[in-house]
């Protein structure tokens, strides 16, 4: 396969500070900012002006400057800002925007790692100027990026039908119970402390990260605690003496885990099994339901439904303090619904039914998203199309 440095395929330039409009008009034009580059959520305009730079359709638009430094984007049309730069071809028919975009965003972390600035990270131009471009025909370009597309596409639709099934299971809830917090049906409420019998949290064995083991008994911290499902990524291990000394917040199957400080309080999920035996660190509290008063399924979707997580953020955000903070007698002393445990059964079953799906779907996402990364290995590195 033959390659051709970016510098003798492009033209970089960086773009220039634009004056934002605070609204669309006749005669103003899109102004494209990094968050362009991931999706079209959040359009923003400016007015035509001679001294900024126009990217157009053909363009490669790269993030120039800060954290997401590297981000590259493509078929966008407007005015870029000073921490965007276009790439703009030299040859008419050598490329293919697409093409050439998604293998520049396989080269995220080379951008990264050859980045300048201590605190803020600029691209290199060096490093991107000598980047090695593969030349192919265009037309086995256009078939690539043709496979490419029909997986993002897969990709997105499984991802779409898991928010049908996380949107399916909030409203379950509301039909079934309503807002719990205002209790508009009028079901019986109780502090969490008279359902439950344990709520506490752990701590951090001294010497911090220092000290963690490659593998042993699991410590929960709240990067792992989402709503309504516990991440692995990051997860911390213990060995035997250092799990020893936090013997008062042993997590046990069923548990419910809580964030209690910080951006991520009020995020609320029950363990995973797999992960257990496991201990939990001063920024997680454990929930262990009365089983006779209260299903752990039903109190779980409870904490996460969208009227109790606002109830729970107003509550670590009063006062005036500097750090989200749950404290455990705030905590227990939390007013929960509770209906019949009938009911309350009935719910988890039907729960559990369209977790199954979900966790069918998901399998579906880890395969589409495993099958992605290997085009985009063997396209770029020429095993899909021998030329």
């Known amino acids: 396969m033959k390659y051709i440095a970016i510098k003798d395929a492009y033209n970089i330039r960086k773009g220039k500070k ?103 990270p600029h691209i290199s131009k060096k490093s991107l100027e000598s980047l090695k471009l593969p030349i192919i025909s265009m037309e086995k370009q256009k078939k690539i990026v043709n496979y490419i597309q029909e997986t993002k596409y897969l990709i997105n639709n499984v991802n779409y039908q898991i928010q049908l099934l996380d949107e399916l299971e909030e409203s379950l809830f509301i039909e079934m119970f309503g807002d719990p917090v205002k209790n508009t049906k009028n079901f019986n409420k109780e502090k969490l402390k008279y359902v ?5 949290s752990g701590a951090t064995p001294r010497g911090g990260n220092s000290t963690y083991q490659i593998s042993g008994i699991s410590l929960i911290r709240s990067m792992n605690v989402h709503n309504n499902y516990f991440s692995s990524k990051g997860l911390a291990y213990l060995n035997d003496e250092q799990a020893g000394k936090l013997s008062n917040v042993i997590v046990k199957s069923g548990d419910i885990l809580l964030n209690i400080t910080g951006a991520s309080v009020a995020r609320t999920c029950i363990i995973n099994d797999q ?73 988890a079953k039907k729960i559990e039914k369209i977790e199954e799906i979900k966790k069918q779907s998901q399998k579906s996402l880890k395969y589409y998203e495993e099958l992605y990364e290997t085009l985009l290995y063997k396209a770029f590195n020429g095993e899909l199309f021998k030329e």
Do not use: M
């Not at 439950?196 to 506490?200: C, E, H, L, N, T």
């Not at 109830?311 to 989200?324: D, F, M, P, Q, V």
């Open 18 to 120: 634009v004056i934002v409009s605070d609204c669309k008009t006749e005669t103003s034009i899109r102004n494209i900012q990094i968050g362009d580059l991931r999706n079209n959520d959040l359009i923003k305009y400016c007015e035509p002006n001679i001294k900024y730079v126009l990217a157009k359709k053909d363009d490669i638009l790269i993030a120039w400057d800060g954290a997401n430094a590297g981000t590259i984007g493509f078929h966008l049309e407007g005015a870029i800002g000073s921490t965007l730069a276009k790439l703009t071809p030299k040859h008419n028919g050598l490329f293919y925007t697409p093409f050439i975009g998604y293998y520049l965003q396989t080269k995220f972390n080379y951008f990264q790692n050859t980045a300048s600035g201590a605190t803020i």
């Open 275 to 347: 992960f257990l035996p496991a201990r939990v660190n001063q920024h997680v509290a454990i929930i262990r339901c009365n089983n006779e008063k209260i299903n752990n399924i039903f109190l779980n979707r409870q904490l996460t439904c969208y009227y109790y997580q606002l109830y729970l953020i107003g509550i670590a955000t009063s006062g005036g303090a500097t750090r989200e903070a749950i404290t455990k007698k705030q905590l227990e002393n939390l007013k929960i619904i509770i209906p019949p445990i009938d009911l309350q059964n009935e719910f």
């Open 196 to 200: 439950a019998s344990k709520i506490g």
